[in-house]
């Protein structure tokens, strides 16, 4: 089947399989900076907005997204011009081996697009479905927050 999308701002049409994941299918399509890891919707290393909102892209099936808006983190900045949320979280230390870094900074954009002043507690809950092993999730709670100064 085809799948019409539009991606970061671009309109894709896509063959697909009914049962591909959009996370397989972005990634085939070349936006590698979507990342699987548990595959089952709890590490959030998949992490898309769907027409603004984080989802977790391993448990979504591309067919339900015909017409709709992806958003990647290749979508947000590059290394050549990269956003100020991946300047801050590089700054404060907040990236290691950077399989969650994607799906952490989609959520913080999609948090701060939505609430430019979030509570700590409001910046948590953002970033309670992005698991991290390496950082922790302290430095990522401080590059966000040295972004609320500006
Ligand atoms: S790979 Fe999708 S939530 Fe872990």
Redesign the pocket.
């Known amino acids: 089947m085809k799948l019409e999308v539009t991606i970061n701002n671009q309109k894709h049409t896509l063959d697909i399989h009914p049962g591909d994941r959009l996370?397989d299918v972005l990634r085939r399509d070349g936006f590698t900076g979507v990342k699987?890891?548990?595959?089952?919707?709890?590490?959030?290393?998949?992490v898309v907005l769907l027409n603004g909102n984080p989802v977790?892209?391993?448990?979504i099936l591309a067919a339900r997204v015909q017409h709709q808006q992806i958003t990647t983190i290749e979508g947000i900045g590059n290394p050549q011009k990269p956003h100020p949320i991946q300047i801050a979280f590089a700054d404060k230390g907040a990236v290691q081996c950077g399989f969650s870094t994607p799906g952490s900074i989609l959520s913080t954009f999609s948090l701060l697009q939505k609430n430019p002043k979030p509570t700590d507690q409001e910046i948590r809950r953002a970033l309670d479905g992005n698991l991290c092993r390496c950082t922790g999730y302290v430095k990522k709670i401080e590059a966000i927050k040295s972004l609320l100064n500006d």
């Open positions: 996370l699987e890891g548990c595959g089952d919707g709890n590490c959030g290393a998949c977790n892209s391993c448990l």
